[in-house]
């Protein structure tokens, strides 16, 4: 049973940080590739970044430059720094495990940027 737990979330002002969490059960997670999902009110969910388990890394063209995704193995965390935070950036945020094709959630975290 995969669990996924985020934390982090919050009310930021436009131009803020914050610093989503994801803390993994799993004894096997070094091997996946792990992802940071959004989804806003009235919209899909969309993939912001990714990081697989070399550490290649991938983002949503509108986050690149203010968003890293990293991730302790050793702890079997992942991490989602955002900086500059945007209106547009608010949303729910989720934690993904891509195990070769199966797909895991966590249970999200919300992230509003209001002034």
């Known amino acids: 049973q995969v669990h996924l737990v985020e934390s982090g979330g919050g009310l930021v002002q436009p131009g803020g940080s914050l610093r989503l969490s994801c803390a993994a059960s799993e004894s096997i997670f070094s091997i996946y590739t792990m992802g940071w999902y959004r989804q806003a009110p009235g919209k899909q969910r969309e993939l912001v970044a990714s990081?697989?388990?070399?550490?290649?890394?991938k983002y949503l063209d509108s986050v690149k430059g203010r968003f890293t995704i990293s991730r302790d193995n050793a702890k079997k965390m992942v991490y989602l720094q955002m900086n500059s935070l945007k209106s547009e950036d608010t949303a729910v945020y989720y934690c993904?495990?891509?195990?070769?094709?199966?797909?895991?959630w966590g249970q999200g975290t919300q992230v509003t940027v209001s002034s």
């Open positions: 990081i697989t388990s070399s550490d290649t890394t």
């Open positions: 993904h495990e891509d195990r070769f094709g199966l797909d895991y």
